[in-house]
Antibody, heavy 117, light 107 residues
Framework: EVQLVETGGGLVQPGRSLKLSCVVS????????MSWTRQAPGKGLEWVAS????????YYPDSVKGRFTFSRDNAQNTLYLQMNSLRSEDTATYYC??????????WGQGVMVTVSS | DIQMTQSPSSLPASLGERVTISCRAS??????LNWYQQKPDGTIKPLIY???NLQSGVPSRFSGSGSGTNYSLTITSLEPEDFAIYYC?????????FGSGTKLEIK
């Protein structure tokens, strides 16, 4: 059974940092690209980051580029999203997703990040 | 970026009814259109990929169609568990983008 479990969320002050993790199981991790997608309270879904199966390349939208860093440890079946210089608009539930040719075919349960003073 | 426009934003419907949700892309996306369902607890379930292919385990009352810039999700004979929010998403080009969602509500 495929499982994706996110951890690391919480309340953080504007300008500070937070690191999310996602531990996956049930599939050959290093065969797949992975992504993070977020949802602000009461809003729709927004893609946040993608990483290739090797971890050699990462992709971000302009809204987080330069502030967020997506990485993976294929030996530990774990993803990391380092979020720096957090803003109130980064407040959201963050979902870890598996990618199959652009389709997000498995999702974690989500982890909440609140940026507030 | 490709903009995805969903309609309606809210759709009241009754059990057993057939409903259709529309999704329009700002440019052609060559059938690279996916659908997701979000339940009130936040759980997101993939439903359909590449316009019309059902994710494993998704009931056959769900179907997708479309081409070019216009796509749709149809649910025949609504069941109680179908009342949720539905999102379309294009993966024709980076960045992947989502529609704003359609909330399927009990009438």
């Amino acid at each position: 059974e495929v499982q994706l479990v996110e951890t690391g969320g919480g309340l953080v002050q504007p300008g500070r940092s937070l690191k999310l993790s996602c531990v996956v199981s049930g599939f050959t991790f290093n065969n797949y690209w992975m992504s993070w997608t977020r949802q602000a309270p009461g809003k729709g879904l927004e893609w946040v980051a993608s990483i290739t199966n090797s971890g050699g390349s990462t992709y971000y939208p302009d809204s987080v580029k330069g502030r967020f860093t997506f990485s993976r440890d294929n030996a530990q079946n774990t993803l990391y999203l380092q979020m720096n210089s957090l803003r109130s608009e980064d407040t959201a539930t963050y979902y870890c997703t598996r990618v199959r040719t652009g389709y997000f075919d498995y999702w974690g349960q989500g982890v909440m990040v609140t940026v507030s003073s | 970026d490709i903009q995805m426009t969903q309609s309606p934003s809210s759709l009241p419907a009754s059990l057993g009814e057939r409903v259709t949700i529309s999704c329009r892309a700002s440019q052609g996306i060559s059938n690279n259109l996916n659908w997701y369902q979000q339940k009130p607890d936040g759980t997101i379930k993939p439903l359909i990929y590449y316009t019309s292919n059902l994710q494993s385990g998704v009931p056959s009352r769900f179907s997708g169609s479309g081409s070019g810039t216009n796509y749709s999700l149809t649910i025949t004979s609504l069941e109680p568990e179908d009342f949720a929010i539905y999102y379309c998403q294009q993966d024709a080009s980076f960045p992947p983008t989502f529609g704003s969602g359609t909330k399927l509500e009990i009438k």
